[in-house]
């Protein structure tokens, strides 16, 4: 299928080639020597236009940080998705994990973790008007983008639900009633191949245009795989294998009356994404027992050797499929906008959940593993003026299907595992005479955990949200203005939740037993026992999930909205003072929920550590923002120049933690994110632009002791009461130059160069020292050479250029967290190498 496809991927490049040499030959040709076509006057920063208020409207007149980046600089930094985006936006983290579904994007500090799909995203992704309710359901390749907005601060007033951090508004490009063509054609090293081609034109007269873009890119995998006894037998990990086909209508009937229709579809099938070791266990503990079995989980000296250890499949099948239709009618003293939307989203995913080479727990690569989102949604709204008085009223209706498959099997080894682990606790040291003796637990006694044995999860989950809203400006003055904004929502869940385990749970039956017994005949022993029988019966393995059946729902009803006071003090500068309140709704914790062993009631043995809580709810996050700002204008509309100081204080902050065995949520009563956002982009000439920013946020938990002890007890939490959160570095900075050079009358040289530097920071939930990420920059870089009209170009370019070594996120490794997280064995998601390649466009 990869050759088939790769065929075809050329077939339609030379296809592209061919009809822009025969459409070249037939056009009139310019005489010799003639000068090439320049744009016709001088580029200002007023041609920036963005619509973070669903209007048109100049960057400068908007009373919001917004960071806007334009075609031709995307091509130039070669962003074709979100995690590219965070290079060129300053106060932007974009993270992924086991998953490319499991991507995670953060705005000054503050994001939802992606691997719980319970959790809607604190940053919205909001995709031709379509809002997309998880930051992985919007990860893929973007196509050709007109421009891509990123808005800061709550913005759910006008963007729907969520986004209590910001908002990534994608918009791209419209289909032209001017026949063109474009086509790409890249080559890489880890064995990149990848084309793109787009065709765009009138079909019926001025009235009906239409475009069909079509990419397929591959790429060898950054890690060499160790999959020992196999059944894995991938040797490479982090490939790239996908391809994406979008066709759109653009319907313009009348000037007044507008529809535009897309459709789009998505698959990508990988091997993505597999961690590496980062920190052995003290004394090596507990890579020691992984080496008794015959296995290996890596060297943590050397992880950037990005040789990685898996013994079972690491796995992720993508289908993403959506059909959109936008109505703009010009009606009465405004305008009507209808966006209506389905979407279908499917992701399997599966991997070696103890990466090592030792066959201890794993989760299939199969349905059993699967998140599928279905969602429909429509946005009605109406926007005018009249007067001193701009409003918009609207409604947003959407309905949200999610069925989450969780599958969690223990191996081969896994009983043999435990047995060391158990031998281990009590003598201190291994039973070197374990293997021979074939016994399961030398301590305890004939406790068995058959290999395939495991949890067998079904959550299907029903959303429905309605709101109405208006976000209207007053004009007091020409200089002086209040905008104001309200936003009403009810939210309705409603969760099924249907559980089994294969073996039913009889492990942790005789391991319950055992430890009765042994707390009986040898007290001292079982207490040496207590801190891990909790992992004997886990809820992935606790027979309190036979045959269980479970549901829940739980309504919300919220008012939000915001509030701008602007001045505009000259042609040159605005400034404006806001307040806004974000919310993001409460929801379920998709996954098993037990009581915590080592907490009040929750003791080694009981009952109770093997009784489903049924309750396994969160409530919803809110965040009161303030913001005061200037937009300045200067040197003759050349240099833009925006600065914000920020204060948010988050309640309920939707806080999700793997604690190397199981994931746990929970709502961290306050967060306080402040700072100041600054943002310059500097049109020198036609030839030269930079473009950068800087952002510092201080983003803390702020707690009192007894919110403390309850949020270490939950989740192992390693910081204090007014910690940094992770992945919230206090500095992040981006600087983006971009320098076009005629060479004589036909030709031109582009060089563009761009990076972005981020402190240092924490990329573990639970803090744990060892997950610390020192500062460290990224850098991409791309040399073009073509034509000066653009019909076609050369590149050469890079991405990492520097070769930055940076982990994503590092958690703690599953069953080689002993004795505690903080002395356990840490893996991590490692930032991509450096890679470079070249590319060829033709253009007409």
Same mark, same amino acid.
């Given at each position: 299928?990869?050759?088939?496809?790769?065929?075809?991927?050329?077939?339609?490049?030379?296809?592209?080639?061919?009809?822009?040499?025969?459409?070249?030959?037939?056009?009139?040709?310019?005489?010799?020597?003639?000068?090439?076509?320049?744009?016709?006057?001088?580029?200002?920063?007023? *041609?920036?236009?963005v619509?973070?208020?669903?209007?048109?409207?100049?960057?400068?007149?908007?009373?919001?940080?917004?960071?806007?980046?334009?075609?031709?600089l %995307?091509?130039?930094?070669?962003?074709?998705?979100?995690?590219d985006?965070?290079?060129l936006?300053?106060?932007?983290?974009?993270t992924?994990?086991?998953?490319?579904?499991?991507?995670?994007?953060?705005?000054?500090?503050?994001?939802?973790?992606?691997?719980?799909?319970?959790l809607?995203?604190?940053?919205?992704?909001?995709?031709?008007?379509?809002?997309?309710?998880?930051?992985g359901?919007?990860?893929?390749?973007?196509?050709?983008?007109?421009?891509?907005?990123?808005?800061?601060?709550?913005?759910?007033?006008?963007?729907?639900?969520?986004?209590t951090?910001?908002?990534?508004?994608?918009?791209?490009?419209a289909?032209?009633f001017?026949?063109?063509?474009?086509? &790409?054609?890249?080559?890489g090293?880890?064995?990149?191949?990848?084309?793109?081609? *787009?065709?765009?034109?009138?079909i019926?007269?001025?009235?009906v245009a239409? #475009?069909?873009?079509f990419?397929?890119?591959?790429?060898?995998?950054?890690?060499?795989?160790?999959d020992?006894?196999?059944?894995?037998?991938?040797?490479?990990?982090?490939?790239?294998?996908?391809?994406?086909?979008?066709? /759109?209508?653009?319907?313009?009937?009348?000037?007044?009356?507008?529809?535009?229709?897309?459709?789009?579809?998505?698959?990508?099938?990988?091997? =993505? =994404?597999?961690?590496?070791?980062?920190?052995? !266990? *003290?004394g090596?503990?507990?890579?020691?027992?992984?080496?008794a079995?015959?296995?290996?989980d890596?060297?943590?000296a050397?992880?950037y050797?990005?040789?990685?250890y898996?013994?079972?499949?690491d796995?992720?099948?993508?289908?993403?499929?959506?059909?959109?239709?936008q109505?703009?009618?010009?009606?009465?003293?405004?305008?009507?906008?209808?966006?209506?939307?389905?979407r279908?989203?499917?992701?399997?995913?599966?991997?070696?959940?103890?990466?090592?080479t030792?066959?201890?727990?794993?989760?299939?690569?199969?349905?059993?593993?699967?998140?599928?989102f279905?969602?429909?949604?429509q946005?009605?709204?109406?926007a005018?003026?009249?007067?001193?008085?701009?409003?918009?009223?609207?409604?947003?209706?959407?309905?949200?299907?999610?069925?989450?498959?969780?599958?969690?099997?223990?191996?081969?080894?896994?009983?043999?595992?435990?047995?060391?682990?158990?031998?281990?606790?009590?003598?201190?040291?291994?039973?070197?005479?374990?293997l021979k003796?074939?016994?399961?637990?030398?301590?305890?006694?004939?406790?068995n955990?058959?290999?395939?044995?495991?949890?067998?999860d079904q959550?299907?989950?029903?959303?429905?949200?309605?709101?109405?809203?208006?976000?209207?400006?007053?004009?007091?003055? +020409?200089?002086?203005?209040?905008?104001?904004?309200?936003?009403?929502?009810? &939210?309705?869940?409603?969760?099924? /939740?249907?559980?089994?385990?294969?073996?039913?749970?009889a492990g942790?039956? $005789?391991?319950?037993?055992?430890?009765?017994?042994?707390?009986?005949?040898?007290?001292? $022993?079982?207490?040496?026992?207590?801190?891990?029988?909790g992992?004997? =019966?886990?809820?992935?393995?606790?027979?309190?999930?036979?045959?269980?059946r479970?549901?829940?729902?739980?309504?919300?009803?919220?008012? !939000?909205?915001?509030?701008?006071?602007?001045?505009?003090?000259?042609r040159?500068l605005l400034?404006?003072?806001?307040? $806004?309140?974000?919310?993001?709704?409460?929801?379920?914790?998709?996954?098993?929920?037990?009581?915590?062993?080592?907490?009040?009631? =929750?003791?080694?043995? !009981?009952?109770?550590?093997?009784?489903?809580?049924?309750?396994?709810?969160?409530?919803?996050?809110?965040?009161?923002?303030?913001?005061?700002?200037?937009?300045?204008t200067?040197?003759?509309?050349?240099?833009?120049?925006?600065?914000t100081l920020?204060?948010?204080?988050?309640?309920?902050?939707?806080?999700?933690t793997?604690?190397?065995?199981?994931?746990?949520?929970?709502?961290?009563?306050?967060?306080?994110?402040?700072?100041?956002?600054?943002?310059?982009?500097?049109?020198?000439?036609?030839?030269?632009?930079?473009?950068?920013?800087?952002?510092? $946020?201080?983003?803390?938990?702020? %707690?009192?002791?007894?919110?403390?002890?309850?949020?270490q007890? /939950?989740?192992?939490f390693?910081?204090?009461?007014?910690?940094?959160? #992770?992945?919230?570095?206090?500095?992040?900075?981006?600087?983006?130059?971009t320098?076009?050079?005629?060479?004589? +009358?036909?030709?031109?040289?582009?060089?563009?160069?761009?990076?972005?530097?981020?402190?240092?920071?924490?990329?573990?939930?639970?803090?744990?020292?060892g997950?610390?990420?020192?500062?460290?920059?990224?850098m991409?870089?791309?040399?073009?050479?073509?034509?000066?009209?653009?019909?076609?170009?050369?590149?050469?370019?890079?991405?990492?250029?520097?070769?930055t070594?940076?982990?994503?996120?590092?958690?703690? !490794?599953?069953?080689?967290?002993?004795?505690?997280?903080?002395?356990?064995?840490?893996?991590?998601?490692?930032?991509?190498?450096?890679?470079?390649?070249?590319?060829?466009?033709?253009?007409?």
């Amino acid at each position: 299928m990869r050759e088939v496809r790769t065929s075809i991927s050329a077939i339609a490049v030379v296809l592209s080639l061919v009809a822009t040499s025969a459409m070249a030959q037939a056009a009139p040709q310019a005489p010799a020597g003639a000068p090439a076509a320049t744009p016709a006057g001088d580029h200002t920063v007023d *041609e920036i236009i963005v619509t973070a208020q669903k209007r048109s409207n100049s960057l400068q007149n908007v009373p919001i940080v917004v960071t806007a980046v334009g075609r031709q600089l %995307l091509q130039d930094t070669g962003i074709k998705d979100i995690k590219d985006l965070a290079v060129l936006t300053p106060g932007l983290l974009v993270t992924s994990t086991t998953n490319e579904g499991s991507t995670t994007a953060r705005i000054r500090g503050i994001g939802t973790v992606g691997d719980n799909p319970g959790l809607e995203s604190s940053v919205g992704i909001v995709i031709d008007g379509v809002y997309r309710s998880r930051n992985g359901v919007g990860f893929g390749d973007l196509g050709d983008v007109e421009r891509i907005e990123v808005l800061k601060g709550p913005q759910g007033t006008l963007f729907g639900k969520s986004a209590t951090a910001g908002v990534i508004n994608i918009l791209t490009a419209a289909p032209s009633f001017k026949f063109g063509l474009d086509a &790409d054609l890249t080559v890489g090293n880890y064995g990149a191949i990848g084309g793109a081609a *787009e065709i765009t034109g009138p079909i019926v007269g001025d009235t009906v245009a239409a #475009s069909l873009y079509f990419a397929d890119r591959q790429r060898d995998g950054y890690f060499t795989v160790n999959d020992g006894p196999g059944p894995n037998a991938a040797k490479r990990d982090t490939d790239r294998d996908f391809y994406t086909v979008r066709g /759109q209508l653009l319907i313009t009937p009348t000037t007044d009356f507008k529809v535009r229709l897309i459709a789009d579809h998505t698959h990508r099938n990988e091997q =993505c =994404c597999i961690a590496v070791i980062t920190r052995a !266990s *003290e004394g090596n503990f507990a890579n020691s027992l992984v080496a008794a079995l015959g296995g290996n989980d890596g060297n943590a000296a050397n992880p950037y050797a990005r040789t990685a250890y898996a013994n079972r499949p690491d796995g992720q099948k993508v289908d993403d499929s959506g059909i959109s239709m936008q109505i703009d009618w010009k009606v009465g003293p405004g305008a009507l906008t209808s966006v209506t939307a389905y979407r279908d989203w499917k992701n399997t995913a599966g991997f070696d959940a103890d990466f090592s080479t030792a066959d201890i727990d794993y989760l299939p690569f199969d349905n059993s593993n699967s998140s599928q989102f279905r969602t429909f949604s429509q946005e009605l709204r109406y926007a005018g003026a009249s007067g001193k008085l701009d409003y918009l009223l609207g409604g947003f209706f959407s309905k949200e299907i999610l069925q989450q498959n969780t599958s969690i099997l223990v191996g081969s080894q896994f009983a043999p595992y435990l047995g060391l682990l158990f031998s281990s606790l009590v003598t201190g040291e291994p039973d070197p005479n374990f293997l021979k003796t074939g016994l399961t637990f030398p301590f305890v006694g004939g406790v068995n955990y058959a290999s395939g044995s495991g949890s067998v999860d079904q959550f299907h989950q029903r959303d429905s949200t309605y709101a109405v809203f208006t976000d209207d400006t007053f004009h007091f003055t +020409d200089k002086l203005s209040f905008n104001g904004g309200l936003r009403y929502t009810f &939210d309705d869940k409603k969760l099924a /939740q249907i559980s089994n385990n294969i073996g039913g749970g009889a492990g942790c039956g $005789a391991a319950n037993a055992a430890f009765g017994i042994l707390n009986r005949v040898n007290p001292a $022993a079982a207490q040496q026992l207590a801190a891990v029988n909790g992992t004997m =019966c886990l809820p992935f393995l606790s027979p309190g999930y036979n045959n269980y059946r479970n549901n829940q729902s739980e309504s919300e009803s919220v008012l !939000s909205g915001t509030a701008k006071l602007v001045y505009r003090a000259s042609r040159e500068l605005l400034l404006y003072g806001s307040y $806004a309140r974000g919310y993001k709704a409460g929801g379920f914790n998709l996954d098993r929920v037990e009581c915590t062993i080592g907490t009040a009631g =929750c003791a080694p043995g !009981s009952a109770a550590a093997i009784t489903p809580i049924n309750n396994t709810q969160f409530g919803d996050e809110t965040n009161n923002s303030f913001e005061v700002g200037e937009k300045a204008t200067l040197f003759n509309r050349k240099l833009l120049l925006n600065a914000t100081l920020f204060y948010q204080k988050y309640k309920g902050f939707q806080l999700n933690t793997f604690n190397g065995l199981v994931f746990v949520v929970t709502s961290v009563p306050s967060v306080i994110s402040k700072g100041v956002d600054a943002d310059f982009v500097w049109i020198a000439n036609n030839q030269f632009t930079i473009q950068g920013g800087v952002t510092y $946020a201080d983003t803390r938990y702020n %707690l009192n002791g007894a919110q403390l002890a309850n949020l270490q007890a /939950q989740t192992g939490f390693l910081g204090t009461t007014n910690s940094r959160l #992770s992945l919230a570095p206090f500095w992040s900075a981006s600087l983006s130059g971009t320098y076009t050079q005629p060479i004589g +009358d036909r030709y031109q040289a582009r060089f563009n160069l761009g990076a972005k530097y981020s402190s240092g920071y924490n990329t573990g939930s639970d803090l744990d020292p060892g997950k610390y990420q020192s500062s460290y920059v990224l850098m991409n870089g791309r040399i073009a050479f073509g034509s000066s009209d653009q019909r076609w170009a050369i590149e050469a370019w890079a991405e990492n250029l520097l070769n930055t070594k940076y982990q994503q996120v590092a958690f703690n !490794s599953g069953f080689q967290n002993v004795p505690t997280n903080a002395t356990g064995v840490l893996d991590a998601f490692l930032g991509a190498p450096r890679t470079y390649g070249g590319t060829l466009r033709f253009k007409f």
